[in-house]
């Protein structure tokens, strides 16, 4: 099993909708959970981390963390074409003693269409 | 310096030769890390600094690859006896502590073995 998986797509969603990106992870000592974008050609950015349980919104991305699940999705509100792009999670990878390792996922690529 | 530095952008060797990359992290930024993203795939992680503690080196794929970091300030990856499946995009990280709030990407060492 790999630690942080996540559904490479790609996710076709029209412009507007919203889109639902998700992933899991099996280290149940993982203590934060990161949300990357990356155009293809470009490094990876980062967009949004959370550490607690619940949601994290930060304009039109909202983070939702589910630890007893082991689950953690980002939900991008109006989508646009400009945000197509391949998104990683990432998470911790240190357990619970939280280094500052992350251990990425494959990505889910994301099309928005006009 | 303003973002993470990583030199050359793009390297073709031929099968064999050794190779030095080069980053530079942000300025005060204690902790470095090493990935490695082959075409169409997540980062794989290969080395991680921390301030003067001992590298995490457990990602590196082969005794072929070592790193070295002087202080909190540029590190060298290298590749010896360069094959054609260390062909990939090589990407440096940097980040304040133990990236409690993520890592900054710098634009990444294109390397091409023929």
Redesign the interface.
């Known amino acids: 099993q790999k630690e942080v998986e996540q559904n490479s797509g790609p996710l076709s969603v029209p412009e507007g909708a919203i889109a639902s990106l998700n992933c899991t992870y099996s280290d149940r000592g993982s203590q934060s959970f990161f949300w990357y974008r990356q155009y293809s050609g470009k490094s990876p950015e980062l967009i949004m981390f959370i550490y607690s349980n619940g949601d994290k919104e930060d304009g039109r991305f909202t983070a939702q963390l589910n630890k007893a699940s082991q689950y953690v999705s980002l939900l991008i509100r109006d989508s646009q074409p400009s945000d197509s792009a391949t998104y990683l999670c990432a998470v911790n990878g240190g357990g619970s003693s939280n280094t500052g390792k992350l251990i990425f996922g494959q990505g889910t690529t994301l099309q928005v269409k006009p | 310096g303003a973002g993470v530095s990583q030199s050359p952008s793009n390297k073709v060797t031929e099968k064999g030769k050794d190779v030095e990359l080069r980053c530079d992290p942000i300025s005060g930024h204690t902790?470095l890390?090493w990935?490695r993203q082959r075409l169409g795939?997540?980062?794989e992680?290969l080395i991680?600094f921390?301030g003067n503690s001992a590298p995490?080196k457990s990602g590196l794929p082969s005794d072929r690859f070592s790193a070295e970091r002087t202080g909190e300030s540029v590190s060298t990856l290298t590749i010896q006896r360069t094959q054609q499946e260390d062909s990939a995009v090589y990407?440096c990280a940097s980040?304040p502590?133990?990236?409690?709030?993520?890592?900054?990407?710098?634009?990444?060492t294109r390397l091409t073995v023929v």
């Open positions: 902790a890390y990935y795939q997540g980062l992680f991680y921390q995490d990407l980040s502590d133990d990236a409690n709030y993520g890592y900054t990407f710098g634009s990444g």
